[in-house]
């Protein structure tokens, strides 16, 4: 089954950090694009960064650069979020996407959510 | 950063009804143009690409128009499982979105 599954979300404090993990299968993980794309409750969608397939190219929202870094393991099927200095503005649920070329992000996981909170 | 100006921001139509949605980006994009949607609890789903192409799947009453800077995205007969948010996004440059438009069921 084609899916991407994130994982390691969680209660963190502000200051602290996080790592995120996506596991995709069902298809050829290396032969794409990533990205986090994160949505605060009851807010839009917010676009976080993105890596390409070989790690050539990352790009980061001002909102998070410099404190996220994103990175994959073709060889484990993974995509990765390290997440420091997180504040509480973070909080969201954070969903990793496929983005298919000239088609946008036609897969999503289901989201792990981020709570930053004293 | 090309910002992205969605519209309205909610709106409650009838069953049946033509529901018409606009985007408009702060500069020229030409077509690369997406529309998601996303439904309460769920991840978002790809609609539509390229601002005019039906994703695999989609049912026919979604579509969406323009170029440029001014896009329309339209369900042409309203029916109860369209419940959801709807959100543009551009990927001339960084992949944002716009704000999303909730829609309601009248």
């Known amino acids: 089954e084609v899916q991407l599954v994130e994982s390691g979300g969680g209660l963190v404090k502000p200051g602290g950090s996080l790592r995120l993990s996506c596991a995709a299968s069902g298809f050829t993980f290396s032969s794409y694009s990533m990205n986090w794309v994160r949505q605060a409750p009851g807010k839009g969608l917010e676009w976080v960064s993105s890596?390409?397939?070989?790690?050539?190219?990352?790009y980061y929202a001002d909102s998070v650069k410099g404190r996220f870094t994103i990175s994959r393991d073709n060889a484990k099927n993974s995509l990765y979020l390290q997440m420091n200095s997180l504040r509480a503005e973070d909080t969201a649920v954070y969903y990793c996407?496929?983005?298919?070329?000239?088609?946008?992000?036609?897969?999503w996981g289901r989201g792990t959510l981020v709570t930053v909170s004293s | 950063d090309i910002q992205m100006t969605q519209s309205p921001s909610s709106l409650s139509a009838s069953v049946g009804d033509r529901v018409t949605i606009t985007c408009q980006a702060s500069?020229?994009?030409?077509?690369?143009l997406n529309w998601y949607q996303q439904k309460p609890g769920k991840a978002p789903k790809l609609l539509i690409y390229d601002a005019s192409n039906l994703e695999t799947g989609v049912p026919s009453r979604f579509s969406g128009s323009g170029s440029g800077t001014d896009f329309t995205f339209t369900i042409s007969s309203l029916q109860p499982e369209d419940i959801a948010t709807y959100y543009c996004q551009q990927y001339d440059n960084l992949p944002f979105f716009g704000g999303g438009t909730k829609v309601e069921i009248k």
């Open positions: 500069q020229d994009i030409s077509n690369y």
């Open positions: 890596i390409s397939s070989s790690s050539s190219y990352i």
């Open positions: 996407a496929r983005d298919m070329p000239l088609r946008g992000f036609d897969l």
